[in-house]
């Protein structure tokens, strides 16, 4: 199958997808009779965006190419698309366009000395910066030691970076350390789902989603779902063998570092006054750099005062009989 196939098997599978989680209530539309699918119909779906059903059939079998922005609209408000699943499915409209070229392959981007600075200031917030592939590619102190068993485990690649998706997925400790493990794998492969309509051309990507999808039924499942999510944020639960249980608040921010790579800044932090805050202050302790001790191999001399006695002090004062 070539690419333009998967290309049209995506569309097909999202669009198919969202219309059965769709009732005909929830639309606002009368019913009767048995009905032999939960979701819409696609005539239902046509009528609601307001097109022929032909045209519509044709978009679900994926021949996306050329469709405006305003009848991709009334096909997304039809199907109640959220802002994340709309602009999935904005960027598979995009993707299909005929290039004028062939698409460059993406490069990875560095990360400037000034992020780094950035992730080294934050000293109570667990501060990581990863890719649209899950990537780690830039930490703090704290981050490392709140994400031990992520930075440790097998599942790094040969430079010895961590990937979320294949510690989630492959590595079985994963489902320990996240204490809502499905939650978790639910959303990380949403969050490569929108990477892959964003970045359909990423042969790293592709290759990671096959390594997962060959090595993981988990994930096979979850991929099949078609859900997408772009932004997160929310109250994670973690179980951490240093310190035990955490319960913290996460947020991932847009990092824009060049125009093409996604990054995100995702940070942790632990409502003041409560256990998960004090437990965190360990482990920002046990993270950070330990002070130097003088050296020893010399045995210490007191330095030689360079101070003048005042007079009348003990130093020049005359023996006492």
């Known amino acids: 199958m070539d690419d333009r196939s998967d290309h049209r098997a995506e569309i097909r599978d999202f669009l198919a997808s969202r219309r059965a989680k769709i009732t005909p209530e929830q639309a606002g539309m009368p019913t009767s009779g048995r009905r032999r699918v ?6 239902e779906v046509a009528v609601l965006a307001g097109v022929s059903t032909e045209w519509y059939t044709r978009l679900e079998k994926g021949h996306i190419s050329g469709v405006s922005e305003d ?14 699943e709309r602009t999935y499915l904005f960027d598979l409209a995009r993707a299909a366009r005929p290039a004028a070229r062939t698409p460059s392959r993406r490069r990875d ?10 992730l080294d200031s934050m000293t109570m917030s667990s501060a990581f910066v990863r890719n649209g592939r899950q990537d780690v590619v830039a930490s703090n102190p704290l981050a490392r030691a709140l994400h031990a068993p992520l930075f440790e485990s097998e599942t790094t690649d040969r ?7 294949r510690y989630i997925f492959l590595d079985p400790g994963a489902r320990r350390f996240f204490v809502d493990w499905e939650s978790a794998a639910a959303v990380t492969a949403a969050l490569l789902r ?10 790293a990507l592709r290759e990671l989603i096959g390594e997962l999808s060959t090595l993981s039924p988990d994930f096979r499942s979850q991929w099949a779902a078609h859900d997408v999510r772009i932004r997160h944020d929310g109250i994670k639960r973690l179980w951490h063998p240093e310190v035990g249980d955490l319960e913290l608040t996460y947020q991932s921010l847009d990092l824009p570092l060049s125009h093409r790579a996604m990054h995100d800044l995702t940070l942790y932090t632990a409502e003041p006054g409560t256990t998960s805050e004090d437990r965190l202050k360990l482990l920002a302790s046990l993270a950070a750099p330990q002070p130097q001790a003088a050296p020893t191999d010399q ?6 005062s360079t101070l003048t006695p005042r007079p009348g002090t003990s130093e020049n004062r005359p023996p006492t009989s």
């Open 38 to 43: 939960p979701g819409l119909r696609r005539e």
């Open 71 to 84: 009848v991709l609209a009334a096909v997304a408000q039809a199907l109640q698309l959220d802002e994340d």
């Open 109 to 118: 981007v560095a990360i400037p000395p000034r992020v780094q600075w950035l």
């Open 159 to 165: 430079r010895g970076r961590p990937n979320i998706a």
């Open 194 to 203: 929108a990477e892959a309509g964003r970045e359909p051309h990423d042969r």
């Open 299 to 304: 045995p210490h001399q007191a330095a030689p």
